[in-house]
């Protein structure tokens, strides 16, 4: 002989087919709902589905499960249940693994219609039984309309058994659930997914399993839900069934949870068919029978669950678009280090064409040969009357080479001043992102450097903007006769003064880091370039060929900066997504409260009575 129970188990992960969007539901139900409410719980699956959570924070994974739970839930019961409120009954039995489920249900409805066993889990596909006469409503798969209609035992975890037995009344069907605490991931999410679709919870535990702390976490989920709630303690010794059954009223109550009906059952045996004895069941049985045959008891347990998930969605949905908030301002956070780091790599560079740093080494040995030698720096001062006369003869008789040289200089020591503050705005980018959990999973080891083309991009820069300086030159002397008499040369060795100028920070007055520098580059290039242009059409010169270098700059290191921004663009949730969800969320929650679910009195709506006392604790 053998003692009762679901003896179950079995590997496998048993998954819901994928939906591809909500069912086809006639949106003008006759009775309370009206019509707003169909169509609110539509347009807050479409917020729910516009909804992403890419990056990579906390709280994105339990936001994403908590978002495709919602859409089962709206899928499932919610939407199809508003359709048809009418249609019959649906208790889903679920509980620990080993707790009994299938043995009971096969016993409710006197025939073995759920697998029982003693490898666990038993229960592989979810089996739903009900009356012939209502078979169709379950057939048609407008309730839980993922798992696909079969009629024959499966060991498919996608499909959903449908057995009809005629021992159980019209009005009333089971669906016997996996395990809530299965060893298989799949199960235990496909047990909750069929809880949320429940008219009814009747959870099954046992003598030995009542205070684990899995059952509990589900049922204080059916409390929140507002959902109508039964309890079977199964396998109790009768000896300690008193002490039992009270303590576990006590821990109901404490969960606030104590008007759910409880039902005890004592251990014993099964037959030979694996039923329990009629006297075991009857009490439940009874209550069952009850309930089927009352059309409005019924249908105050379906508007009592519909309505109690219904209220539970708004803080859920709250919490989603929180969690959607949190999505994009981390997307933000992350883009602001990346604008944080490239500025400041563009402010070094507009430091660098003020103090001077530019006018050292290369440059300054170069600047020198091409305008004259030392004695030339310390005498131009008191020359500068003869300096144009003295400039075109310098100008016109020199070789080309000087010029050239002193070009290459100047390319060379910007190529180097932008590689250098690319490579450190790179790093700098790099390490702030790896310290943020959604920025570290959005990286590559070449983020961590500048781009690999990088150094042609910063020479053709360079270059580009030194073409653009002779032009500049070319535009603002035009009209000038010096141009006229000296042509090519001329421009060239003037555009090469004013990118000179285009370093020195304080206009041609040397201080600070110039004095050491450049001794008095500065100060002849300003003579250099006044006796051509004069004072004013200087200054312009030089803040426009800055200007233009520095807008320049700024577009290469935007180029650099995207290769950031680009991810974050590519994982970037909708700005709108969060206000988007809780506008749906308080459409529902209007809708709910004009559609006539909840009771008026705002009490709990009563449980149905049994028939007996027997086995009622």
Same mark, same amino acid.
């Given at each position: 002989?053998?003692?009762?129970?679901?003896?179950?188990?079995?590997?496998?992960?048993?998954?819901?087919?994928?939906?591809?969007?909500?069912?086809?539901?006639?949106?003008?139900?006759?009775?309370?709902?009206?019509?707003?409410?169909?169509?609110?719980?539509?347009?807050?699956?479409?917020?729910?589905?516009?909804?992403?959570?890419?990056?990579?924070?906390?709280?994105?994974?339990?936001?994403?499960?908590?978002?495709?739970? $919602?859409?089962?839930?709206?899928?499932?019961? &919610?939407? +199809?249940? =508003? *359709?048809? @409120? %009418? #249609? !019959?009954?649906?208790?889903? /039995?679920?509980?620990?693994?080993?707790?009994?489920?299938?043995?009971?249900?096969?016993?409710?409805?006197?025939?073995?219609?759920?697998?029982?066993?003693?490898?666990?889990?038993?229960?592989?596909?979810?089996?739903?039984?009900?009356?012939?006469?209502?078979?169709?409503?379950?057939?048609?798969?407008?309730?839980?309309?993922?798992?696909?209609?079969?009629?024959?035992?499966?060991?498919?975890?996608?499909? $959903?058994?449908?057995?009809?037995?005629?021992? &159980?009344? +019209?009005? =009333? *069907?089971? @669906? %016997? #659930? !996996?395990?809530?605490?299965? /060893?298989?991931?799949?199960?235990?999410?496909?047990?909750?997914?069929?809880?949320?679709?429940?008219?009814?919870?009747?959870?099954?535990?046992?003598?030995?399993?009542?205070?684990?702390?899995?059952?509990?976490?589900?049922?204080?989920?059916?409390?929140?839900?507002?959902?109508?709630?039964?309890?079977?303690?199964?396998?109790?010794?009768?000896?300690?069934?008193?002490?039992?059954?009270?303590?576990?009223?006590?821990?109901?109550?404490?969960?606030?949870?104590?008007?759910?009906? =409880?039902?005890? @059952?004592?251990?014993?045996?099964?037959?030979?068919?694996?039923?329990?004895?009629?006297?075991?069941?009857?009490?439940?049985?009874?209550?069952?029978?009850?309930?089927?045959?009352?059309?409005?008891?019924?249908?105050?347990?379906?508007?009592?669950?519909?309505?109690?998930?219904?209220?539970?969605?708004?803080?859920?949905?709250?919490?989603?678009?929180?969690?959607?908030?949190?999505?994009?301002?981390?997307?933000?956070?992350?883009?602001?280090?990346?604008?944080?780091?490239?500025?400041?790599?563009?402010?070094?560079?507009?430091?660098?064409?003020?103090?001077?740093?530019?006018?050292?080494?290369?440059?300054?040995?170069?600047?020198?040969?091409?305008?004259?030698?030392?004695?030339?720096?310390?005498?131009?001062?008191?020359?500068?009357?003869?300096?144009?006369?003295?400039?075109?003869?310098?100008?016109?008789?020199?070789?080309?080479?000087?010029?050239?040289?002193?070009?290459?200089?100047?390319?060379?020591?910007?190529?180097?001043?932008?590689?250098?503050?690319?490579?450190?705005?790179?790093?700098?980018?790099?390490?702030?992102?790896?310290?943020?959990?959604?920025?570290?999973?959005?990286?590559?080891?070449?983020?961590?450097?500048?781009?690999?083309?990088?150094?042609?991009?910063?020479?053709?820069?360079?270059?580009?903007?030194?073409?653009?300086?002779?032009?500049?030159?070319?535009?603002?002397?035009?009209?000038?006769?010096?141009?006229?008499?000296?042509?090519?040369?001329?421009?060239?060795?003037?555009?090469?003064?004013?990118?000179?100028?285009?370093?020195?920070?304080?206009?041609?007055?040397?201080?600070?880091?110039?004095?050491?520098?450049?001794?008095?580059?500065?100060?002849?290039?300003?003579?250099?370039?006044?006796?051509?242009?004069?004072?004013?059409?200087?200054?312009?010169?030089?803040?426009?060929?800055?200007?233009?270098?520095?807008?320049?700059?700024?577009?290469?290191?935007?180029?650099?900066?995207?290769?950031?921004?680009?991810?974050?663009?590519?994982?970037?949730?909708?700005?709108?997504?969060?206000?988007?969800?809780?506008?749906?969320?308080?459409?529902?929650?209007?809708?709910?409260?004009?559609?006539?679910?909840?009771?008026?009195?705002?009490?709990?709506?009563?449980?149905?009575?049994?028939?007996?006392?027997?086995?009622?604790?």
């Amino acid at each position: 002989m053998t003692t009762h129970g679901d003896p179950a188990t079995r590997s496998g992960a048993p998954t819901v087919a994928a939906r591809t969007g909500p069912p086809e539901i006639d949106e003008t139900p006759t009775g309370p709902t009206g019509d707003g409410l169909p169509a609110a719980l539509t347009g807050l699956r479409a917020a729910i589905d516009a909804t992403r959570f890419p990056l990579a924070l906390p709280s994105a994974e339990p936001a994403r499960h908590t978002a495709r739970a $919602l859409t089962d839930q709206l899928d499932d019961y &919610l939407l +199809p249940r =508003l *359709a048809r @409120l %009418d #249609a !019959p009954l649906l208790v889903v /039995v679920g509980g620990s693994t080993g707790a009994g489920k299938s043995t009971l249900v096969n016993s409710l409805v006197q025939a073995r219609v759920s697998a029982a066993g003693v490898l666990r889990p038993t229960t592989r596909s979810p089996v739903l039984v009900c009356n012939p006469a209502d078979s169709a409503w379950f057939r048609q798969g407008e309730l839980l309309p993922g798992l696909t209609r079969t009629n024959e035992p499966s060991e498919d975890p996608g499909t $959903l058994h449908l057995v009809t037995a005629p021992a &159980l009344a +019209p009005g =009333l *069907a089971f @669906l %016997d #659930a !996996p395990d809530i605490d299965s /060893v298989v991931d799949a199960n235990r999410a496909l047990a909750g997914q069929l809880l949320a679709a429940a008219d009814l919870w009747l959870f099954v535990t046992t003598a030995a399993r009542y205070a684990d702390a899995v059952p509990w976490e589900l049922l204080r989920t059916a409390r929140s839900r507002g959902a109508a709630i039964a309890m079977v303690l199964d396998r109790v010794p009768p000896e300690a069934a008193d002490e039992i059954a009270a303590h576990l009223s006590e821990m109901l109550a404490a969960q606030e949870l104590g008007a759910a009906p =409880l039902f005890v @059952l004592p251990e014993t045996w099964v037959d030979g068919q694996g039923l329990l004895p009629d006297r075991v069941t009857a009490p439940l049985g009874a209550w069952f029978a009850r309930l089927a045959a009352d059309a409005d008891a019924r249908a105050a347990v379906v508007r009592q669950t519909l309505d109690g998930a219904l209220a539970s969605l708004h803080p859920t949905v709250e919490a989603l678009a929180d969690a959607a908030d949190e999505q994009v301002a981390a997307a933000d956070a992350l883009d602001d280090r990346v604008r944080a780091a490239y500025q400041g790599a563009h402010r070094t560079v507009a430091e660098g064409l003020k103090d001077g740093r530019l006018l050292r080494g290369e440059v300054l040995a170069r600047w020198q040969e091409f305008v004259g030698t030392g004695e030339f720096f310390r005498t131009l001062e008191a020359r500068i009357g003869r300096l144009r006369d003295r400039l075109v003869a310098a100008v016109t008789g020199r070789p080309a080479t000087p010029a050239t040289e002193l070009r290459h200089a100047i390319e060379s020591q910007l190529v180097t001043l932008l590689r250098g503050v690319a490579a450190e705005a790179a790093e700098h980018t790099y390490t702030a992102w790896k310290a943020h959990p959604a920025g570290a999973a959005l990286l590559d080891p070449p983020l961590a450097h500048a781009g690999a083309d990088l150094p042609e991009r910063a020479e053709r820069l360079v270059r580009d903007w030194q073409r653009a300086v002779l032009e500049l030159v070319r535009e603002e002397g035009g009209d000038r006769r010096f141009v006229a008499r000296t042509a090519a040369y001329a421009v060239n060795a003037t555009g090469l003064a004013v990118m000179i100028a285009v370093f020195a920070s304080t206009a041609f007055i040397p201080t600070g880091l110039e004095v050491a520098t450049g001794a008095g580059t500065t100060v002849a290039a300003q003579a250099v370039l006044q006796a051509i242009f004069g004072d004013q059409a200087v200054r312009t010169l030089a803040a426009k060929a800055r200007g233009d270098l520095l807008e320049r700059v700024r577009a290469l290191l935007d180029e650099e900066a995207a290769r950031y921004l680009t991810r974050t663009d590519a994982a970037r949730p909708g700005a709108q997504d969060a206000a988007g969800l809780r506008r749906a969320a308080g459409r529902v929650e209007v809708a709910r409260h004009h559609s006539g679910l909840a009771d008026p009195s705002g009490q709990a709506l009563p449980t149905p009575t049994p028939t007996s006392e027997d086995g009622i604790r």
